[in-house]
């Protein structure tokens, strides 16, 4: 669960950013 987490936040959070930003 927890290596769950860290692989969706290091993917998640970037591609939200991402979007954000662009």
Same mark, same amino acid.
């Given at each position: 669960?927890?290596?769950? +987490?860290?692989?969706?936040?290091?993917?998640?959070?970037?591609?939200?950013? +991402?979007?954000?930003?662009?």
């Amino acid at each position: 669960m927890i290596r769950l +987490n860290i692989y969706i936040r290091m993917i998640l959070f970037p591609f939200l950013s +991402n979007y954000y930003l662009y």
